[in-house]
């Protein structure tokens, strides 16, 4: 029995089932310059007919270290007019070279990410005098139905 056979024995209501399970999504960004004195913001489209709950915010591949003469960097995950609708990471602080970090999230896991969202993931840059930090950012998001 080949592969195809196998599946077409599964009752359909099981595939349904499957269909309706909940999966995790982890967008992984290209590395992000935290310390260039301007917030960044990447889109992502939610897929078609499910919700979702961002789950972590992580940083990694950090190549510059972080420092936060003024203000530190956050990591916003939202929708355009408000950016921080469904999490926001608590600060990432000094992070070192070649750390990686999954801050707590200080929003999220109750905000609702509706179907066919467009999400925008921004980071706050570094303030003050001489900020520096770059790092690869992946935000994983929930869905279900």
């Given at each position: 029995?080949?592969?195809?056979?196998?599946?077409?024995?599964?009752?359909?209501?099981?595939?349904?089932?499957?269909?309706?399970?909940?999966?995790?999504?982890?967008?992984?960004?290209?590395?992000?310059?935290?310390?260039?004195?301007?917030?960044?913001?990447?889109?992502?489209?939610?897929?078609?007919?499910?919700?979702?709950?961002?789950?972590?915010?992580?940083?990694?591949?950090?190549?510059?270290?972080?420092?936060?003469?003024?203000?530190?960097?956050?990591?916003?995950?939202?929708?355009?007019?408000?950016?921080d609708a469904f999490a926001l990471s608590a600060s990432l602080g000094a992070l070192a070279a070649n750390a990686a970090?999954?801050p707590a999230l200080t929003k999220g896991a109750t905000y609702i990410i509706q179907p066919n969202t467009t999400i925008?993931?921004?980071?706050?840059?570094?303030?003050?005098?001489?900020?520096?930090?770059?790092?690869?950012?992946?935000?994983?998001?929930?869905?279900?139905?």
């Amino acid at each position: 029995m080949n592969l195809t056979d196998l599946v077409d024995t599964i009752p359909s209501v099981h595939l349904r089932d499957l269909e309706d399970a909940p999966f995790d999504v982890t967008y992984v960004l290209p590395a992000k310059d935290f310390g260039a004195g301007s917030n960044w913001t990447e889109v992502i489209e939610s897929p078609p007919g499910f919700r979702g709950v961002v789950r972590a915010i992580s940083l990694y591949d950090t190549t510059e270290v972080f420092n936060e003469p003024t203000t530190p960097a956050y990591v916003y995950v939202g929708i355009s007019g408000d950016t921080d609708a469904f999490a926001l990471s608590a600060s990432l602080g000094a992070l070192a070279a070649n750390a990686a970090d999954s801050p707590a999230l200080t929003k999220g896991a109750t905000y609702i990410i509706q179907p066919n969202t467009t999400i925008h993931v921004t980071g706050v840059a570094v303030t003050g005098t001489s900020p520096t930090g770059i790092a690869t950012v992946a935000v994983t998001i929930q869905y279900f139905k």
